[in-house]
């Protein structure tokens, strides 16, 4: 009598980082997906360019390829595959609609990230309509920007540390450490559970939505904690981006000390370069460059979390005062930052500068969309009630507290390196 073999699941976390290599190794290979064109100015650009059959058919393409990526990925996982063929069109269909609204000139001139679209139009739907459950089964957000995470490991390249230089990374250090503490204590001050002041302190000190998406993977945390601080992340990033160059010009701030001010206290990257753009060249320059060398410290960060959380939160640790053993921190650590990490060193050792010329703006491309996918499932599942209702002030106020310090302590940081 055949013993029936025992069929093998992956977790999430190393399916994300096989589809993320998959992804990136078909690229170098030369297999580059179409990447459609979303720009337009007025409405004969929209049908003419947005919406001609060739765009058209490269949208088709790209939708063909996610669905074939998140169905493997359900495959790799044991997951029903069913979900994904009927929800994840729809959620694809949103998206793009998010990327032609932030194709528009006018919104263009605004700098306003594809993402935030995204999100407004879950949001709106998701607080408006009662979705079925066929959707709803589709909703993988955190597949979606895990598998974005692994990918912008290719932009963030060991040239590119080594110009961030040595101002930016100790700005960068000063800024983590002391807003991550100052968040986590006026978490605990305010009676916020742990987990959730993690998420808040790293979402605010680290590089907003990524870290909060690293810190949830290191401590197996709650999916909809996790999407409540990237939604305050998202919301709070567009006042910052539109009226902190205001502030800096009124305070009579450099081009570098503003652009460093920016770069460590704005929480989305897309965000730092749309700010630093209303200023000037060298803001720019400089806002990235801190905004990088914070991007550098995730992989740190997330491992830090991850030992951290697994010694105060163990219980065998705090019943027996034993040690938890090197297997029980592997088990904590989020899987997808070795996906990260490893994305980041392939194209910095070992890729050639000339093929990471020839294939980083549709990886690039690819990378967005991922996340706008994502971005578009956190707002189809979040309800405003669950933002704004009674148990839900406490940690709004200490995520307004805390991003209120950053803006403070980064602008002493900053004009003491940059002036």
């Known amino acids: ?17 096989v589809l993320g290599f998959a992804i990136i190794l078909f690229a170098l290979a030369g ?27 490269k949208i088709l393409i790209q939708l063909l390829a996610v669905m074939i990526v998140a169905v493997a990925g359900a495959l790799l996982m044991r997951k029903p595959v069913k979900p994904f063929v009927t929800g994840l069109p729809v959620v694809y269909l949103l998206t793009i609609l998010a990327l032609i609204i932030a194709g528009n000139g006018t919104v263009k001139s605004l700098n306003l990230e594809a993402v935030i ?54 700005q960068a250090l000063l800024v983590v450490v002391s807003v991550w503490y100052f968040a986590f204590w006026v978490s605990r001050k305010m009676g916020i559970d742990e987990e959730m002041g993690v ?3 790293s979402a605010v000190s680290i590089c907003g939505v990524s870290a909060a998406i690293a810190t949830s993977g290191a401590i197996k945390g709650d999916s909809k904690k996790l999407s409540y601080v990237i939604s305050l992340v998202l919301i709070t990033a567009i006042p910052m981006m539109l009226f902190m160059p ?30 630093g753009t ?32 697994t010694y105060t939160n163990n219980p065998l640790a705090k019943d027996t005062n034993t040690k938890p053993s090197l297997g029980v921190i592997w088990e904590r650590f989020p899987k997808f930052v070795l996906g990260f990490v490893a994305a980041s060193l392939l194209f910095s050792f070992v890729v050639s500068p000339e093929t990471v010329k020839g294939v ?45 310090f950053n803006i403070f302590i980064t602008l002493i940081i900053a004009y003491l390196l940059f002036r």
Do not use: H
């Open 360 to 404: 980083k703006d549709n990886l690039k491309s690819i990378q967005g969309l991922w996340f706008a996918l994502a971005f578009t499932s956190i707002g189809l599942e979040t309800n405003f009630s669950d933002l704004f209702n009674k148990d839900s002030k406490k940690p709004l106020y200490a995520f307004l507290l805390a991003q209120t």
């Open 117 to 170: 679209f995204s999100l407004l139009i879950g949001l709106l739907i998701g607080n408006t309509m009662q979705l079925p459950e066929w959707l709803k089964n589709a909703l993988s957000t955190e597949v979606f920007v895990k598998i974005g995470l692994v990918i912008l490991g290719t932009s963030v390249l060991f040239s590119d540390i080594l110009e961030a230089g040595s101002l930016g990374m100790i």
């Open 246 to 275: 205001y502030v800096a010009k009124l305070l009579g701030l450099s081009q570098e000390v503003t652009g460093a001010w920016l770069g460590g206290t704005i929480d989305t990257t897309g965000a730092v370069i749309a700010s």
């Open 31 to 57: 297999f580059l997906l179409p990447t459609p064109s979303f720009g337009w100015k007025n409405t004969t650009d929209l049908f003419e360019k947005v919406l001609a059959i060739g765009n058209l058919q």
């Open 199 to 201: 998420m808040l302190s």
């Open 278 to 309: 209303m200023v000037g060249e060298a803001a720019v320059k400089v806002s990235t460059i801190v905004k990088f060398a914070q991007n550098v410290l995730l992989g740190v960060a997330a491992f830090g979390i991850s030992v951290y959380w």
């Open 1 to 17: 009598m055949s013993t029936p073999t025992k069929k093998i699941a992956l977790t999430e976390d190393w399916t994300v980082v």
